[in-house]
């Protein structure tokens, strides 16, 4: 990362938080914007692309305690959001032809394209540590992320979604996910060199991986050009990464899916993301589940809910049902006087949880028949006749309204 990336990018703006959120807000904040912005559910979209790298870059820095502490300090050190290479030195740092308080530019320092050349290469700790005769490993210098880079490096974090029935969503189940993701080449082992042959360390900056060359009075560090900072040089690049060492690779995993999971739920599975480099571990793997309707249930948190019809008979007299759940049939008493709507619960039968598990809610519904025999109809007009009026305070305020002269109809 240059100093001016640190200057010029605004990485907390990027993720939409404060520069005090703290890391559980970065990673909501990360995670929710991935999620939206991902390339498989934005194909051919460049704008939705390079705004999910902006974040991705973003994330990287700030999720790292030391890389975010460097760059905290690189932009109230020269100013910062947007600011570009001028920036107000705070107690007035003077500059060619600048005085103290005003603002400084890294130009009237190094001369023309020097602060780019300098500052944008080496970072701020090549700066200030050649300056004051701190060296070339203090952190964010170019040695130091050269000794980082050259050292284990954990993989990429990967994303990928599964769609399961609604039985498996409630009961768990193990399912093959087919996916990509860089991983160590598999012809050279991730060296980047043609079989038979191996890199040699850069005889430019031998194996440093980075050099110093002079500006006026001061000397500053930077990138290798001949090794591109890695401090090995391929003579003869391996065919299939193209000395990259890094290949996209197919591969299929068996994940096991936790019982109880729900519609649009992250699954977070430790280890199972790209693999690492040079030794590094292993990233993570996030799987989005989305759950397909079932033709029975519905699910209201860890209870899950069925209707079930019943006759006028059953609900007058009560009956004792059978149901189904989702692994057995269970018998269900409807109480004699049950009106139509009523919720009965049947406890445990739900979704399986920790120490307890849901239960199951059955909603009775009285089914009205829509064609009656001649026979039927006399026996329905009988009992009506029988029961007598079920609204009767309804019926007294109809009458009283009805009778009353001065009402409106």
Request: with cysteine; glycine share 16%.
């Amino acid at each position: 990362m240059s100093t001016r990336d640190f200057i010029e990018k605004d990485y907390y703006g990027a993720l939409g938080v404060s520069q005090g959120a703290d890391a559980a807000e970065i990673k909501k904040a990360y995670r929710k914007l991935a999620r939206d912005l991902h390339p498989d559910k934005n194909p051919g979209n460049a704008a939705a692309e390079a705004r999910f790298k902006e974040v991705s870059e973003a994330y990287d820095v700030l999720s790292d305690p030391k890389r975010r502490a460097e760059y905290d300090d690189a932009r109230r050190l020269f100013g910062g959001g947007g600011a570009g290479a001028r920036a107000g030195f705070p107690g007035g740092f003077p500059g060619a032809g600048a005085g103290g308080g005003q603002p400084f530019d890294l130009g009237d320092l190094f001369g023309a394209g020097g602060a780019r050349a300098g500052a944008g290469a080496g970072g701020i700790g090549d700066l200030f540590g050649n300056l004051f005769g701190g060296g070339g490993t203090a952190p964010g210098s170019a040695r130091a992320r050269q000794q980082a880079a050259s050292g284990p490096a954990r993989g990429q974090d990967v994303e990928t979604e599964a769609t399961l029935s609604f039985d498996e969503a409630v009961l768990g189940v193990t399912v093959p996910l087919r996916m990509q993701s860089p991983g160590t080449c598999p012809t050279c082992s991730g060296s980047g060199a043609r079989p038979g042959t191996s890199p040699h360390t850069c005889p430019v900056c031998d194996g440093a991986g980075v050099t110093s060359r002079s500006q006026g009075a001061f000397a500053f560090s930077e990138p290798c050009r001949s090794c591109r900072g890695t401090g090995q040089v391929v003579e003869d690049p391996c065919p299939t990464c193209a000395g990259n060492g890094v290949t996209t690779q197919t591969r299929t995993i068996t994940v096991r899916i936790p019982a109880g999971v729900k519609d649009g739920q992250r699954i977070r599975l430790a280890g199972k993301g790209a693999p690492g480099r040079r030794g590094g571990p292993a990233g993570d793997l996030f799987v989005v589940v989305h759950v397909s309707d079932h033709e029975l249930f519905g699910r209201k948190g860890d209870d899950l809910t069925l209707t079930v019809p019943i006759t006028f008979p059953e609900a007058v007299l009560g009956t004792t049902l059978t149901v189904p759940t989702l692994d057995a049939n269970v018998t269900l008493k409807v109480p004699a006087g049950t009106s139509s709507g009523r919720t009965l619960r049947v406890r445990g039968r739900g979704v399986p949880g920790r120490g307890r598990n849901g239960d199951l809610l059955v909603t009775v519904e009285v089914a009205v028949p829509q064609r009656l025999s001649a026979e039927a109809e006399r026996a329905v007009k009988t009992l009506d006749a029988e029961l007598g009026d079920p609204r009767p305070q309804i019926t007294a305020a109809t009458q009283a309204r009805s009778s009353d002269p001065g009402s409106t109809r």
